[in-house]
């Protein structure tokens, strides 16, 4: 998946900053600069240098450790928590949240030689996200369904998964993150139509809140040639596979 990549994507330390300037204002500023947004669910790729990765790394780490401390545990003696501000750093920047600051994994497009037209579905595929609200486990599966043309460009299978797992992999609601997986496959294939469902449970309230553990949310994005013909559109629905297994 698109997380066994980050490790090799990984630059070097850089010096520290002698202006004493932390490095997220420094990114910050550069995001601001170009007048692009910095939401939860962004990716701030193009705005981290070489180096800087590490240095944030760094600096969530302390503001962690901020945290553990206001909560009263004794981060000194307990051996259980020594290094957990590490490790929570470096598990939201490196691994569940890599999908905002790393850069999107390199897809392979080819022309649609076979002039190939039939619907293709590809699913289930594991979604792994958290909410924005709570930083809470987002979990699921979603599906896929593409009607190709003579013009589409064709990706390899595995190469869905990759784009879910870097879409996915940020503080996301449900909502929009299915929208912003169907707009960056739209912009990949360039096909008739596009559907993408997808099926989650969120730990934000089964783990906390309502605490109910058996509810799921389901929605869907319908493009092209989906949204106009309710003929396809029920095809597409009918042959996921497995949906309902669970």
């Not at 190709?148 to 998964?161: D, E, R």
């Amino acid at each position: 998946m698109f997380t066994d990549l980050v490790a090799a994507s990984d630059k070097q330390p850089a010096g520290p900053d002698l202006q004493g300037t932390p490095i997220s204002v420094k990114i910050r500023e550069r995001v601001q600069a170009a007048g692009r947004s910095f939401h939860a669910n962004d990716n701030i790729a193009d705005f981290i240098e070489p180096g800087e990765l590490e240095q944030l790394l760094d600096e969530v780490e302390a503001k962690m450790q901020g945290v553990l401390d206001s909560m009263v545990i004794d981060t000194v003696n307990d051996h259980n928590s020594q290094a957990t501000a590490r490790r929570v750093a470096k598990m939201y920047l490196k691994e569940v949240f890599a999908g905002r600051y790393h850069q999107q994994p390199k897809i392979t497009e080819f022309p649609n030689g076979k002039h190939l037209n039939e619907l293709m579905i590809v699913g289930p595929i594991t979604v792994r996200s958290a909410c924005s609200h709570h930083l809470c486990p987002v979990m699921g599966k979603v599906w896929i369904g593409v009607m190709p043309n003579k013009n589409t460009n064709v990706i390899g299978l595995s190469k869905y998964a990759r784009l879910v797992d870097w879409v996915l992999g940020r503080p996301q609601i449900q909502e929009e993150g299915i929208i912003q997986l169907a707009d960056l496959i739209m912009e990949k294939t360039r096909p008739d139509g596009l559907a993408v469902v997808m099926e989650c449970s969120h730990f934000c309230m089964s783990w906390r809140g309502v605490r109910e553990k058996d509810s799921k949310m389901l929605n869907s994005v319908m493009r092209g040639a989906f949204l106009k013909d309710p003929t396809l559109r029920r095809e597409f629905l009918a042959l996921i596979p497995g949906r309902n297994s669970d």
